[in-house]
């Protein structure tokens, strides 16, 4: 059972990985025909750093393949090109009469023009610079997706979901929290620190620790998950944790944003959770523990502060609806929520 | 009876209108008399340029900026081919600055760019430029520092030709385009790398779809099924921009002023940080006389699309006593820069309306057929329409294209076997399967109106080009992106993670195509060099120093790699160039005699 639900829950995973198999060809040109190079023979230091030839092979490079190149000519060169030679040469240029020549590309060179003129210290330092300003880039971002108040039958709760991170494109501290207070007390609280890595265009993998702050017994958790956009913008956020006592659970949450006008934006979002054991003191069962449906329509009076209402239904399920019951509680829940997403 | 809080408010728009006049130099201000090659204005062999900040104010709001002689945009600079100038700039600032000099031919170490010419000029120090002016046109300069420019630290140059001027004209007026937010650019890049399409406020809606103004949802969910959004002309937009023309804000309206049957030179040049804009003057077709300071064969057309860093000269002839609106649409319609020509001071025309909001079709994404003969069931000829298509796995392997076998290839949104020297990572989301040549397009938006719009293959040299040797090798270089992730780059590598220049060897000529792999479209600048793009008749062929490479397109230049030292070269959208789309290209040897 338990492998079943880590394997369900890893499943995601699996799918979006993908995305990290990348290829990693070397750097290519696409030299021309065998047209003599019409000018000057490089000289002897430049032959030294000349690539070397097996970087241009043209074996990756399927000729059986149709080459998009000739064929656009069809589209801009009509009639001047032989469409049955199929060569990377014929670039689809309004000159293609003239062949250019596939003199290979010079060594990049190892020293900075600029250190001529200006300290090459300063000049380090500067490039330093220079780097950390074209792609290197540190940025945050601190959001709470959800802060609303639970209107239910009995009591009002207070719902939150919040997420921050830091860094660069690839590597991200992540903040999470999500929680739930009743009137009188907080019902539960957790927090995640995780690592993220970009490992796709769309996805990012996350790994890092949980701690329940709420309810007693308290919990720390090893999490490993997964966050980005599936195919059609749905948003998913997927992990996988172990407890410190080894009890294995996960969740998988998915929202999209249905954009009724520019800025009205009708959210359905659910949320399953899954556990592999039966945990008693914590009156969770073993297999689907709880789903969380929501709908949510919000006004972006900008980007960065929405207001919203809504509706909410929680169910517990299986052995862990047994818990409740047994406990006198309600297994299952519907509330009109009302609250904002905010963006700092 | 006047309230008191009318009086209040006219002392405010009087005071604001003086501020305003402060901020802004002689050329750019409101009921301007046009620029006589005589008029005073920032010229000789010394120019001193003193970078501080001061605040802009625009149609009556005002904002953070950065100026230079206490002016935004920047005092237009005045140079004759042939002299020699000195530009000392301090830096008033709290931070570091430079200047480059944008289209202008100089030696490597006065290119004015940190980290590759120069180290930068440092917080209350200054730096003195010295070059030879070696050509004539209309150019500019701005800061190359973080993100300044986006503040207004950018203004015109103008170059006088040392002999004769093949255009003639009786009055001309400097025209700068650009945007400005009230927000912090660091808090706009910040946003952008937060949220995709955070400032897109022109999204194709449920509502839209149903009222018949946006495609069907079936259309609209192709889009969603491969994450991208065909609403995304922009990356920021109208919803924080403002437009301006010469620091002017759409209200504030500035006015150049001409007599009616004058040949007016307007001198545009697009200073924006992001936006790609549309210019027309409903009533007075253009002249085109000059593409990025070099002169080209008139062409005659209603309206052109000026890409960011790029230049023209246009002649226009009002025969009429009449006001005529100046309009500079952004290419995503979320705004427009406006201005008026006039006889005289306090005149205007109608403003006409914003234009419906382009849509990306599949030939942005590199995967337009339609130049072909053929079709595959359910595929739409008009490349606008998508319904039918599969777009997930484009499987073309049992077609026959009369003859062509398309065994093995390729239609997949994101192929690395389409682009072999792309590095694929999570900072690339599609590789054009597909790329045209567009140079012969229309930019994007322009595609369907009714008159004349300017293509770069309209474009043709008036002087013959300097060299016209047969290019020695070819290079081609990728330009990827990830929009859901902000990130941009060549060859999928960002500029912070890239260990190696690219090489040119002096005095060589490269054929470079530059393939947009990416669905925006992205102005791409060489410094010290100009290149020529493949169109035209050989050796008439266009000049430039900035081209816009259409999305899912492709451009093809040829370059001669004359001017040795380090040079920048990048995507001139500023935060696609701040998010890594920037490299360094070295010319060797430095030395002539090492040649």
Not at chain 1, 304 to 326: C, F, H, M, Q
Not at chain 2, 125 to 137: I, N
Not at chain 2, 529 to 541: A, D, I, S, V
């Amino acid at each position: 059972m338990r492998w079943t639900l880590i394997i369900a829950a890893a499943t995601p995973l699996m799918l979006a990985s993908p995305a990290m198999a990348q290829t990693d060809p070397p750097a290519m040109q696409m030299p021309g025909p065998t047209s003599p190079p019409q000018t000057h023979a490089p000289n002897a230091a430049e032959d030294e750093g000349e690539p070397d030839h097996a970087q241009m092979d043209h074996g990756p490079m399927d000729h059986g393949a149709v080459d998009p190149d000739a064929m656009d000519a069809d589209a801009t060169d009509a009639g001047a090109m032989d469409h049955s030679q199929m060569d990377h040469s014929q670039m689809d240029h309004g000159a293609a009469a003239e062949a250019v020549g596939d003199e290979p590309a010079p060594a990049a060179p190892s020293d900075y023009a600029a250190e001529r003129f200006y300290s090459a210290e300063e000049m380090a330092a500067a490039r330093r610079q220079l780097r950390r300003e074209h792609g290197g880039a540190i940025v945050s971002n601190l959001m709470a997706d959800i802060a609303e108040f639970q209107l239910g039958d009995d009591e009002t709760r207070f719902h939150w979901e919040g997420e921050g991170w830091i860094g660069g494109d690839i590597n991200r501290f992540v903040l999470k929290t999500e929680g739930e207070a009743g009137e009188d007390d907080v019902e539960s609280a957790e927090v995640q620190a995780l690592y993220s890595r970009a490992i796709g265009p769309y996805f990012d993998l996350q790994a890092g620790v949980r701690y329940d702050i709420e309810p007693s017994p308290h919990r720390a958790y090893a999490v490993l998950g997964f966050e980005g956009v599936a195919p059609y913008w749905f948003e998913t956020t997927g992990a996988l944790f172990v407890s410190d006592q080894g009890e294995v659970s996960a969740r998988l949450e998915g929202s999209y944003d249905a954009r009724l006008t520019q800025r009205l934006i009708l959210q359905p979002r659910a949320e399953i959770n899954v556990s592999a054991d039966d945990v008693a003191e914590r009156a969770m069962g073993s297999g689907l523990t709880d789903v969380e449906l929501g709908l949510r329509l919000r006004y972006d009076i900008t980007r960065n502060v929405s207001p919203y209402i809504g509706v909410s239904y929680e169910t517990k399920l299986g052995d862990t609806a047994d818990y409740a019951r047994a406990a006198g509680e309600d297994e299952s829940d519907a509330r009109f929520v009302a609250g904002v997403r905010a963006r700092f | 009876m006047f309230s008191r809080r009318r009086l209040l408010h006219g002392a405010g728009a009087l005071s604001a209108g003086l501020v305003a006049a402060r901020a802004l130099p002689a050329w750019a201000q409101t009921h301007a008399h046009g620029l006589a090659p005589t008029l005073p204005t920032l010229r000789g062999e010394e120019i001193a340029l003193n970078v501080a900040r001061m605040h802009l104010n625009v149609d009556g709001r005002a904002g953070h900026a950065i100026g230079v002689n206490g002016t935004a945009p920047a005092p237009l600079i005045r140079l004759r081919e042939g002299q020699n100038v000195r530009l000392t700039v301090n830096n008033a600032l709290d931070e570091e600055t430079s200047i480059h000099w944008h289209g202008l031919i100089l030696p490597f170490q006065m290119d004015g760019v940190p980290g590759v010419s120069f180290p930068g000029i440092r917080a209350g120090e200054s730096f003195t430029y010295e070059f030879p002016v070696r050509q004539s046109g209309t150019y500019w300069y701005h800061s190359h520092s973080g993100l300044q420019e986006q503040e207004g630290h950018y203004g015109p140059i103008v170059i006088d030709p040392a002999g004769h001027d093949p255009i003639a004209y009786d009055r001309e007026h400097v025209i700068v385009l650009s945007d400005f937010s009230f927000l912090h650019p660091h808090t706009i890049f910040a946003r952008l790398k937060q949220e995709p399409g955070h400032f897109n406020m022109q999204r194709e809606t449920i509502l839209g779809a149903l009222s018949g103004r946006d495609p069907p949802l079936a259309d609209q969910m192709e889009w969603a099924a491969m994450r991208m959004d065909p609403t995304d002309i922009s990356d920021v937009t109208g919803s924080t921009y403002t437009f301006l023309i010469n620091g002017h804000g759409p209200a504030d309206n500035w006015t150049g002023l001409f007599q009616p049957g004058e040949r007016v030179r307007l001198r545009f040049i697009n200073a924006a940080a992001m936006t790609i804009f549309n210019v027309r003057i409903p009533g007075l077709p253009f002249t085109i006389v000059q593409a990025d300071g070099q002169n080209v064969k008139p062409v005659t057309v209603d309206e052109f699309q000026i890409s960011v860093a790029e230049t023209y000269d246009v002649i226009v002839e009002p025969r009429e006593d009449r006001a005529f609106t100046l309009v500079a649409e952004a290419v995503d319609r979320s705004g427009m820069g406006r201005a008026t020509l006039a006889p005289r001071a306090g005149m205007s025309a109608d403003v006409p309306p914003l234009r419906a909001r382009p849509r990306a079709t599949m030939r942005d994404m590199g995967m337009d057929m339609s130049g072909m003969t053929m079709a595959w069931p359910g595929a739409e000829q008009s490349s606008g329409d998508m319904a039918g298509m599969d777009h997930g796995n484009m499987d073309m392997g049992n077609m026959d294209m009369g003859g062509m076998d398309m065994g093995g290839m390729d239609m997949s949104m994101r192929n690395p076997e389409n682009a072999p020297q792309v590095t694929m990572g999570p900072g690339v989301q599609t590789i054009a399967p597909m790329p045209v040549d567009r140079m012969g397009e229309r930019g994007q938006g322009l595609e369907d109106v009714a008159h004349r719009v300017l293509v770069y293959t309209d474009l043709e040299a008036l002087e013959a080009n300097p060299d016209m040797r047969t290019p020695t090798r070819s290079l081609e270089l990728h330009l990827t992106g990830n929009m859901e992730r902000f990130m941009w780059s060549f060859d999928g590598e960002r500029f912070s993670e890239v260990t190696e220049p690219i090489p040119f060897r002096r005095d060589e000529r490269v054929r470079v195509t530059l393939v947009n792999d990416s669905m925006m479209a992205h102005p791409i600048h060489l410094h010290g060099h100009f290149f020529e793009l493949l169109t035209g008749p050989e050796g008439k062929r266009p000049r430039k120093h900035t081209v816009n490479v259409l999305p899912g397109g492709k451009v093809t230049f040829d370059l001669t790699a004359d001017a040795p030292g380090d040079w920048a070269f990048h995507c001139h959208m500023l935060y696609h160039m701040h998010a890594g789309m920037f490299r360094v290209v070295t010319v060797r040897p430095l030395d002539e005699t090492r040649a």
